[in-house]
C-alpha cells in the first residue's frame, strides 16, 4: 500500500491552513452567500489535497489553489447559470489575475481598486466593508439596514458592477 508520506502531507497543512483565509476570501468574492462559498471552499480543499503531491512550493500552492478555486467557482456558476447574481468567467478572470499578479500592475490595480472605492458614496462603501468584513453574518446586516437579504443582494450587486466597470476603466487608461 502506497501511504502518502508524511512530510508532504505535513507540507499540505501547513500551506492550506495559512492559506485557506484567502482561498475564501476570494470564493466569497465570486458567489452572494455564505453556504456558497462553504460548498465551493470544500470542493477546493478536496481537489487541492487530490493532487497536494504536484505542489512545489508555498508560491506554487496559492497560485495553484486559485486556480483550483476558480475551476470551482466556474462549475458551480454554471449549475446556477439562471441566477442574475453571478459574475461572468472574465471578472472572475480579473480578480485572479488581481490576486496573483506578479509584477508592479499588482499595485496599479490595488491603486485603482482604492480609487474607485474612495468614489463610492459613504454608504455604499460602509455596507461593502460591513458585508466583507465577515463580523456578522448577510441576514443580521440584512436587519441593521432594514431591507430584505434580497435587497441587500442586489444593492451589493449593483456597487461590485459599478467598482467592475471603475476598475476596468482605470486600468485601461492606466495600460494606455
Known amino acids: ?104 500592475w499588482h499595485e496599479t490595480q490595488i491603486a485603482a481598486l482604492n480609487g474607485c472605492v474612495e468614489g463610492l458614496a459613504e454608504s455604499q462603501r460602509k455596507l461593502i466593508q460591513d458585508f466583507y468584513s465577515g463580523d456578522c453574518a448577510t441576514a443580521q446586516l440584512a436587519d441593521e439596514l432594514e431591507v430584505s437579504e434580497n435587497a441587500l443582494y442586489q444593492k451589493l450587486h449593483r456597487i461590485r458592477r459599478e467598482l467592475f466597470d471603475c476598475v476596468t476603466k482605470a486600468l485601461k487608461k492606466e495600460a494606455s
Open 1 to 104: 500500500m502506497n501511504a502518502t508520506p508524511e512530510p508532504d502531507r505535513d507540507r499540505f497543512a501547513e500551506w492550506f491552513v495559512s492559506s485557506q483565509r484567502d482561498i475564501y476570501r476570494y470564493i466569497l468574492a465570486a458567489v452572494p452567500s455564505l453556504d456558497e462559498a462553504d460548498e465551493i471552499f470544500q470542493e477546493t480543499g478536496l481537489v487541492l489535497w487530490k493532487k497536494h503531491e504536484e505542489l512545489e512550493s508555498r508560491d506554487h500552492f496559492l497560485r495553484f489553489a486559485f486556480g483550483v478555486a476558480r475551476t470551482c467557482i466556474r462549475s458551480f456558476l454554471s449549475k446556477k447559470k439562471r441566477d442574475r447574481h453571478i459574475f461572468s468567467d472574465e471578472f472572475l478572470v480579473m480578480l485572479a489575475d488581481f490576486r496573483f499578479s506578479d509584477s508592479g
